[in-house]
DNA sequence: TGTACATCAGTGAACGCGCGTTCACTGATGTAC
DNA sequence: TGTACATCAGTGAACGCGCGTTCACTGATGTAC
């Protein structure tokens, strides 16, 4: 609120985060960027010090989101302990624990259709987080039985669809209107289910 | 191309088609009215004796989407012939050759934001399309050891979202620059693994 | 410490534009007799 | 079959509005000396 000054002093975080307020509210192509200079209070035309458009500021938000969600699962990862099982929980559980927390970042990430691969910057700091994934997938793979030994690739492009999945149809909209279980639940199952038909939890459990 | 006529004849029609190819082009908040009026080459007044405005609009093409996704999903299901698993392997199929064919219906029913339970007659046929993918993990069921029996829309709603999941990370975007894998080998995998580890399935296979 | 000046980060006016929505209207169609 | 009339489904002009973007500008800040 020091908003007498002609110089703003951090226009860029505060669009930014107007930005991330408008995507929540209205989808990454439902706000403007008037909108975004009008919530930050200064005039239209002072976004364009700062970024070339709509697009440009999404990216951004994107970017800064994956960077703080490579963290958190870089956090989660080492929270396993050396057990690739353990870790692949509390990723889960970082995984909507985030998605619950940063919609608009969410939204900017997966939703938005910006181009991840265009931005080198942008691209790898999105690796980073997919990599903490493979990583741990990879882990698993020792604990497997040869004989039905998928590519870890795979393993996590399985887990990261259905965590995204969980996300998309049951930790969004109406409130409570649409399951029975928590996604926390939802998501807690699912993998405890997908990891035993890997082979890599016992029956009971 | 019977533009000459005063009268449109199926205005109505028209306009869903051409917000169905605009919500793939710009997204659901991305399109105007007016864009979608001049593509079914009528004036920007037009729309409004159909439609009350563009949520109205996209609900309708959502409506129509769901028509059409629960019949295949019924078609699907009934292609297993009595076998649970072979019924839900179908109907996977069928959940991504139709997010693949009908992008903007897709969009508009999964991810306008379009409010379901506001309209009883949408409510009724989603519910349609909920219903087959519950009655398949009910029957599931059967086969399966009691004492890890998970309740059957809780295994319905992982399937789902598993679905979904590679339908939005997988097969969307610049083309193959996602995955080494194809959404089919990646949902009937991941699909097999889960099933495997709901015990419906033998290690081997 | 003081001053002159370059640079930076905003302003605000201006432009052309397309949108949403309303409204009186009008051309086409259907139908009662 | 013909005609009169009601209804339907569009038009096009009008309105006020906010957007994106450019531009010359100006106030604040930093720094060399």
């Known amino acids: 609120m020091v908003k007498k000054n002609y110089h703003h002093g951090n226009l860029k975080s505060a669009l930014i985060a107007a930005t991330i307020k408008l995507i929540e509210e209205k989808g990454p192509t439902g706000f403007t960027i008037s909108e975004a200079a009008k919530q930050a209070g200064v005039s239209a035309a002072a976004p364009y010090r700062h970024f070339k458009g709509?697009?440009?500021?999404?990216?951004?938000?994107?970017?800064?989101?994956?960077?703080?969600?490579?963290?958190?699962?870089?956090?989660?990862?080492?929270?396993?302990?050396?057990?690739?099982?353990?870790?692949?929980?509390?990723?889960?559980?970082?995984?909507?624990?985030f998605a619950r927390k940063n919609p608009g970042q969410y939204i900017a990430m997966f939703e938005s259709g910006v181009s991840?691969?265009?931005?080198?910057?942008?691209?790898?700091?999105?690796?980073?987080?997919?990599?903490?994934?493979?990583?741990?997938?990879?882990?698993?793979?020792?604990?497997?039985?040869?004989?039905i030994k998928p590519p870890s690739t795979m393993v996590s492009q399985h887990i990261w669809a259905m965590s995204h999945g969980i996300?998309?149809?049951?930790?969004?909209?109406?409130?409570?209107?649409?399951?029975?279980?928590?996604?926390?639940?939802?998501?807690?199952?699912?993998?405890?289910?997908?990891?035993?038909?890997l082979g890599v939890l016992p029956k009971e459990n």
Chains 1, 2 share one sequence.
């Open 54 to 97: 709509r697009e440009d500021l999404i990216a951004e938000v994107a970017k800064q989101g994956f960077s703080i969600f490579a963290d958190l699962m870089e956090y989660a990862y080492d929270k396993g302990n050396g057990s690739a099982v353990a870790s692949l929980e509390a990723i889960g559980r970082a995984y909507l624990a």
């Open 116 to 147: 991840i691969n265009a931005d080198p910057e942008l691209a790898s700091v999105a690796n980073r987080a997919m990599n903490v994934l493979i990583k741990a997938a990879d882990e698993l793979s020792s604990n497997m039985p040869t004989e």
């Open 167 to 197: 996300v998309e149809l049951y930790a969004r909209g109406e409130p409570g209107a649409r399951s029975p279980f928590t996604p926390e639940d939802l998501l807690e199952s699912g993998l405890g289910i997908y990891l035993r038909g």
